[in-house]
């Protein structure tokens, strides 16, 4: 089975325990309508996400998000209400947070895409036919050469680094501007995977959730991988992260 498929599976077997567990509500219940409707609605969506152009998929991802909200304050609403049990509740809500954990996902990676085109059109409408102009932090410019095999993260990366490292050299602590230290976010991910050997995303964002958000921890996520602290196995809301013990 490909990961569409299983992606496809997860949807369609969320709607089939939204059906049932609606099974028990009164006939002309309203609730009822609303949460089978709503969850054929994200089957729909999600099996369509493949037959859409890639310009097209970012707007479809977030509708889909805005879907498995809407289903979370149902959920929330039915139990509230008696018309659900805990238990079902508690089952529902979880299918639909893996759910809304993968997409969330989905939708940063193609957010970060779009901005990437975004900062390099930018940078292109600065072109001389020498090369491009690029501004530095300290307020000066840099001129790149047209043959000059450099990307735009290269650049960004490089200015960011021009005013963390001074501030590192003298033990000063750089903040996500959330009031979170970024260096103990990454101290307590590592801590976590010391003691419990590998993890999740889905239990990562539960055991942090209360401390930073997910696009949060995907990003300190993918920076310790990249310094090879961290080594990721499997794909997107299967994979499995581990300490590397090289």
Known sequence: ????????????????????????????????????EYSATLLAKVSGLELVENSEKLALTRNILATLEALKNLIFLGQKTGLMKAINAEVLERERTCLEIYFQYECDVLERAQSRKQKRDEIGSTSTPNGVVVPTAS??????????????????????????????AFGVSINDGHGNSINKRYGAI???????????????????????????????????????????????RWAVYRLNSL
């Open 1 to 36: 089975m490909n990961f569409s498929n299983e992606l496809k599976k997860e949807a369609f077997d969320f709607a089939f325990a939204v059906h049932r567990v609606t099974e028990l509500f009164p006939k002309e219940e309203a609730l009822k309508k609303e949460l089978r």
């Open 139 to 168: 307020g000066g410019e840099v001129k790149i050469q047209n043959d000059t095999q450099i990307s735009v993260n290269d650049i960004l990366e490089t200015q960011k680094q021009v005013i963390k490292a001074p501030l590192a």
């Open 190 to 236: 590592i801590d976590y995977l010391k003691v419990n050997k590998e993890a999740r995303m889905t239990e990562l964002a539960t055991i942090f959730s209360n401390r930073f958000s997910i696009k949060t921890l995907q990003r300190d996520l993918a920076h310790l991988i990249t310094n090879n602290d961290v080594v990721r196995q499997g794909d997107k």
